[in-house]
């Protein structure tokens, strides 16, 4: 029998007892041998949960208990997580997490030492919640040069973007009516301003390239003035506004970040619609390949770490990760060339002469009902290029990114 | 240094030579050792190609070379593939394969020598082509017991199905082109009468429930009866018709099938054109999720061996796989509830009492330029249902199902 330490009742703490006494007899036989949860960590008190008789509120009882081979990390924040889920490892238990933050600070710190102790570091939830994407990354798409991931990865702020599109709301009632459904935060900061997705792709791109990605050092822009008015200029297009966070090789290096990007019906990312995830992946010999489900809620990303103690169980010795602590340098964003959609004051009439000496050729939009300004998408450049260029437009308003 | 043997230099085989050469620094780094093709076998010479140095004709140097410790089986159909693999699991070397029928007809007596031998019989690249989908449902999905799984598994007949909806045609001419680009065999009947899609969706429903799922029982219908007239009232409804694989639990058992279905535009599979694939999977608490890729092709398949092929060099003991040599007993179909579209000779107000009768409530479809006949949808009810009732009907031409 392999006995089963969760730290954190929450969420997904909660999520993670229900999916196990849920699916117990599937668990145990795809684990190999019973899987027992002994111990929850919480500060609080449940009383009446049936979590009641296996609370303890003292870290130490988990770590100092033989019988437990794996502990189960789903606190969130870095603190006090990385603490516990070292010292775990260093008594050599197994860790699986749904801790992106703490995957994204410590992951090639842990991953060694769970090498190293012949254990495992697993966080298949801290991406894409249920969707399996860590570990086909690690273990199926090993015979590709990776040249690009793209992904909406965060739910939040893809739900806010869906009904933004679907029913005109402003970002103000889109964020009010994901707050009222649980889907945000009330600090909403780390969905709406994009670090949520920061840090996933941060793990994504570490993995497909062995190295460590520093996520503060990836450009990263959210969609808290992304309004009705873009949306609108976007549906005259054909195009939806997407929160994608991507990374991709450019020469010999590699360019990542996250931004509000205008895509067209062909993407394979356009009808990736409400809480839902999908993380597209260019292999040089696969092609593409794409990942899609919900990816956050309580169970399913209680599934997603449930079958971490599944394969932790199992498999009883380290699966090698290639996450070495070693920072990669990702090249400069400018270098990405693309077209962009930009909004000006004025009629287009009036200012084409400008528009054309800036930016050479473009094509104007002007979709019904929106006054003393309009917009306009350029052709095909750098974002460097298109950056010194902007500077000189005067009545600029706000540009948005077009994905190819 | 891991030295492998291919047996096959076909379309395929050329591709695992190809992707191992190509990405060599890749593979190398996720196997943990170098990788290098030591034998290619095929009956064939090939003058001037690279291949000629590792050529041979004759299995036994294969088989009896104790360096070879992974055999890839690319050769596809049952024999001598099975007499080759078994064999090479006997002498205790893994074996990588892309052959669905080798993996439908023998699957869990190839498991269980594995698992005896502590080596791996992998067939990632048997179903989806590239996309992960073995792998991932034996490690990822592990956690859920799973409520179905709908696939388009066939990327020829997706093609076809695509070509006949976007440019009008015949299943005749959409067969045509399909073998003119070389998506089609000469004898296409593997393709378009369902039986490589049936065999796939066996091997899947085996890794879920952990039994031997035996494909000549699963109830397939192929695309061929499928014609313009069909597709033109699909499109009328705003459906579309794709071949679909499926499982699905009802009550305490399992149903499978192959048959074309009519998809609304909501449906995960809708989107799926061309030569793709893509698998749908629903767990009871990881709710949807789907794999979409290049289902076929030389590099993706080969890209999805060469990663099993890393795995096997990788892992260096068994990894389980839980797919027993019992066969499971699927359910009836009959018991799976939906809505009919029936095609029907006549005027549809001269008919209306006569259907009214038979079917209860329906929908009439009348899509313009199609004469002496109109369509209809039923009402939900089961298959066994609707096909007693179906057998009244009085000048029927044909029925197509519809997904939900």
């Not at 003292?58 to 969130?76: A, H, K, R, T």
């Not at 702020?157 to 889109?174: H, I, R």
């Not at 506004?241 to 895509?263: C, E, N, Q, T, W």
């Not at 409400?274 to 956050?296: C, H, K, Q, R, T």
């Amino acid at each position: 029998m392999a006995k089963v330490a969760v730290l954190g009742y929450g969420t997904v703490g909660s999520g993670v007892y229900e999916v196990i006494k849920t699916n117990q007899d599937i668990v145990n036989k795809n684990a190999g041998e019973e899987v027992e949860v002994k111990y929850v960590l919480d500060l609080r008190d449940f009383p009446g949960d049936p979590v009641e008789k296996v609370l303890v509120h003292d870290f130490d009882i988990i770590l100092n208990d033989p019988e437990i081979s794996v502990v189960v990390e789903v606190m969130g924040g870095v603190e006090p997580a990385y603490t516990f889920v070292k010292s775990a490892l260093m008594a050599g238990k197994s860790v699986c997490t749904s801790n992106k933050a703490l995957v994204a600070a410590k992951g090639p710190e842990l991953i060694a030492i769970a090498k190293e102790k012949n254990i495992n570091f697993l966080f298949e939830a801290s991406v894409g919640g249920g969707i399996p994407i860590i570990r086909p990354m690690n273990s199926c798409l090993t015979a590709d040069k990776i040249l690009q991931i793209s992904g909406i990865l965060n739910g939040t702020t893809n739900y806010m973007l869906t009904k933004m599109e679907d029913e005109g709301w402003e970002f103000d009632e889109a964020l009010k009516t994901a707050q009222e459904l649980g889907y945000a935060e009330r600090n909403p900061e780390a969905d709406v301003d994009g670090w949520d997705a920061c840090r996933k792709i941060a793990i994504l791109t570490s993995l497909y390239t062995g190295l460590n990605v520093d996520y503060e050092k990836i450009y990263t822009e959210g969609i808290s003035k992304i309004s009705a008015t873009d949306i609108k200029y976007a549906k005259k297009m054909g195009l939806k506004i997407k929160l994608i966070a991507y990374s991709k090789r450019i020469g010999d290096g590699i360019v990542s970040a996250v931004s509000p990007l205008m895509l067209n019906k062909a993407h394979p990312l356009y009808n990736v619609s409400d809480v839902f995830n999908a993380i597209y992946v260019e292999g040089n010999v696969l092609g593409p390949v794409m990942f899609y489900g919900s990816g956050a809620g309580k169970l399913p990303t209680a599934s997603a770490v449930v079958s971490d103690v599944v394969e932790a169980v199992k498999t009883k010795k380290n699966i090698e990760v290639v996450w070495e602590d070693k920072d990669l340098e990702l090249k400069d964003k400018g270098e990405i060339v693309r077209r962009f959609f930009v909004r000006v004051s004025g009629e287009a009439a009036a200012e084409e002469k400008m528009i054309k000496d800036i930016f050479g050729k473009t094509e104007v939009v002007k979709p019904e009902g929106i006054n003393n300004e309009f917009g306009f998408v350029t052709d095909q450049m750098s974002e460097s290029d298109f950056a010194q260029r902007y500077k000189k437009l005067e009545g600029a308003i706000r540009f948005i990114r077009l994905e190819q």
